[in-house]
């Protein structure tokens, strides 16, 4: 006898911890949510509710230890689902791997200790893109689900599967699901067999996820969605098994299928959004410099022998975590919030840098450098005495005395000729700041600005970028001695700028920095780096490796690679062919572009906040709308010409 088709109907009330609202509200929104979809899990004993952040599960035990409680029993009781173990769902292009294991580990906490649960699925429904690092940190945290709604929003090529293993750095691999709906919906007859029949189609398993729920400004499940699961399931009992249920229970039937799945490697990109990689530029900027110190606090605190009462120093900077972690949710960090949160953010950016400030104090960090990483780190190091450049190098995992390194490390002197390569100016130079030899020949031919005009566009300017004319240029120069140049000019309509150039003989990398009082709209900076050598291929560092590219406008672009026009970046990218490489390092910037023209790295746009206005089904409050990222910034970009070791 043939198996019936099987359907899991797994309720769920996905919340945006800030977004078109600030975080006040969302704990009211949170508590309303949850007293209501207890309310019917106790009315219906065979009612499910998957939560998926131990951040609103916090707030309730803080502030309604009682309704906390009965959550508690529910859970008991098998109606009540914990998945993910998040604190709260975070981007996940734009942090650091060991921000993600850091989020896990508090929500697990949370959980573990309250619930005496760790659970196998990870539910991340709305972040705008999954890099493959994310499986190596899920499957090292005991996970072996992955599941997201967010892969076929606002494209026009969708993801190619719904279930399959995904295989990420190192070749792990977990069972993914791409939803074949959203996170959220009603219990729509038509919809779910149309859903039904189209898995059965695609990839010939008889078996369906369906989410249903209000959400993103929570709103939990109603009365009738329920009674309306009730006559769907009884209506089509003998022809379909149909169930309220968990996600674990969906994926361990699915996992019965597993050797049907098709595997899937690397990134999952989203072909949407990619304005997020640049948006708020001042948070992202935050979020860089803030990784790095809590990163090396942690390492520093765990590997010195000498630190006492480490216990209550760990808890003091798992509490910086945790403010951090909260600034790097999804739509916070991506820059696509309204004003409140980001005028909210500056005010509580001086207060963490202040507890941090404290917290290297009473453990002498701020004496010691600290390399928490396995690989070598090159960098400029800076005497606070005397202001002088040296070339400071640290050994994975390498803790030293700041003077030591001082001492020893040799101070930077300023040549046209620098380590490996020579940095090359005229002063009839119209196209290029400057360009680069190796051994004679040239690697780098142009380097240049690029402005482009993006579309006046309301309703999602935050998140996509929809580029119009466009225009390169390098600023006047106004300085010039032995291994350093100064540009110094107008930017746009109402920006001024400049940029410093600076080489050393005894370092392997050329030195930008760009100064820039920025007050365009609807602009989109860039800085390009043109090689001499022509190539249709480049790399972007991700988060513990490299992801090997193929430019849009090659020949040899698939369509997945003609959407990726614009793609995340950690800390590096760059290109290479045969003999020679450019490699470009920056660490508070997130976007890039390899076009016909040039590696282009993003460094600030001018679009406008969200309007609450335009989502109008929310019926939401009106909130302040202005252009984003106006003001002074001062970004470093270091660039490194390179011989290919394979060569």
């Known amino acids: 006898m043939q198996k019936k088709p099987e359907i899991f109907l797994v309720a769920h009330s996905h919340i945006d911890v800030e977004w078109l609202w600030d975080v006040s509200e969302t704990k009211e929104i949170a508590f309303f949510t949850f007293k209501k979809v207890v309310n019917l899990l106790e009315k219906y004993p065979f009612l499910t509710f998957t939560n998926t952040s131990s951040i609103f599960l916090e707030w309730i035990k803080e502030k309604d230890t009682e309704l906390f409680h009965k959550i508690q029993k529910l859970f008991e009781k098998g109606q009540f689902e914990l998945a993910s173990g998040l604190y709260l769902e975070p981007d996940l292009n734009l942090i650091s791997e060991k921000s993600f294991d850091k989020n896990i580990k508090i929500g697990k906490k949370f959980l573990k200790e309250n619930f005496g649960f760790e659970p196998k699925v990870m539910f991340i429904p709305d972040s705008f893109g999954y890099p493959p690092y994310v499986v190596k940190i899920l499957k090292d945290n005991g996970f072996e689900y992955f599941i997201t709604s ?82 769907f399931i009884e209506k089509y009992k003998n022809e379909i098994e149909i169930k309220f249920s968990k996600l674990h229970d969906f994926f361990e039937e699915l996992k019965k299928y597993e050797e049907k799945l098709p595997i899937y490697k690397g990134e999952l990109y989203l072909k949407t959004h990619r304005g997020t990689f640049t948006t708020q530029a001042n948070i992202k900027e935050f979020n860089s410099k803030a990784e790095k110190e809590l990163t090396e606090l942690d390492f520093f605190i765990s590997k010195n022998q000498k630190i006492f009462d480490k216990q209550k120093l ?19 960090l991506s820059g696509t919030c309204i004003y409140d949160v980001y005028k909210r953010f500056e005010k509580d950016k001086e207060k963490f840098w202040k507890e941090v400030k404290k917290l290297k104090k009473i453990t002498g960090k701020e004496n010691f450098l600290v390399n928490p990483e396995k690989n070598r780190k090159i960098f400029i190091l800076e005497d606070p005495k005397t202001t002088r450049w040296h070339k400071g190098i640290l050994e994975p995992f390498e803790i030293s005395k700041l003077e030591d390194k001082l001492r020893y490390s040799p101070e930077l002197k300023h040549s046209f000729k620098g380590e490996k390569f020579e940095l090359i100016h005229e002063n009839n130079y119209r196209e290029t700041f400057f360009k680069i030899d190796i051994n004679n020949e040239r ?18 300017s935050a998140w996509n970028i929809i580029r119009g004319k466009e225009k390169n240029f390098i600023l006047p120069l106004v300085e010039k001695r032995d ?34 009082d920025w007050q365009e709209e609807w602009k989109f900076l860039k800085i390009c780096f043109l090689p001499s050598f022509y190539t249709e291929e480049y790399y972007t560092g991700t988060q513990m490796g490299i992801i090997k590219r193929i430019a849009y406008f090659s020949k040899n672009a ?20 045969e003999k020679y490489g450019i490699k470009v390092f920056c660490e508070t910037r997130y976007g890039v572009s390899f076009e016909p023209d040039g590696l282009c790295i ?45 060569w």
């Open 150 to 231: 967010k892969l076929n929003y606002q494209t026009r090529f969708p993801f190619f599967y719904n279930y399959f293993i995904w295989e990420g750095i190192n070749n792990e691999k977990i069972i993914a699901c791409q939803t074949i709906g959203g996170y959220e919906g009603e219990i729509n007859e038509d919809k779910i067999l149309s859903q039904l029949q189209f898995i059965i189609k695609k990839q010939k398993i008889p078996v369906l996820l369906y989410i249903f729920g209000k959400g993103d400004h929570g709103g939990g499940i109603e009365n009738y969605m329920v009674k309306n699961a009730l006559d």
């Open 314 to 332: 760990k808890e003091k900077l798992e509490s910086l975590w945790k403010k951090l972690i909260f600034y790097q949710f999804h739509d916070t």
């Open 443 to 460: 690697v780098l031919e142009k380097c240049f600005f690029k402005i482009i005009e993006e579309l006046e566009e309301y309703e999602e």
């Open 483 to 516: 291994g350093f140049l100064k540009f110094e000019g107008k930017i746009g309509e109402k920006s001024k700028g400049i940029l410093l150039v600076k080489s050393f003989q005894n370092y392997p990398r050329v030195v930008l920095k760009i100064k820039i």
């Open 558 to 577: 698939d369509f997945e690679d003609k959407e990726k026009w614009e793609v995340p970046f950690f800390k590096f990218c760059g290109v290479e062919k």
């Open 602 to 646: 993003s460094l600030l746009r001018s679009t406008k906040n969200p309007d609450p206005k335009t989502v109008f089904f929310m019926n939401l409050k009106e909130k302040n709308i202005e252009f984003q990222d106006k003001g002074y910034y001062e970004i470093k970009l270091e660039l490194e010409p390179y011989i290919k070791e394979k």
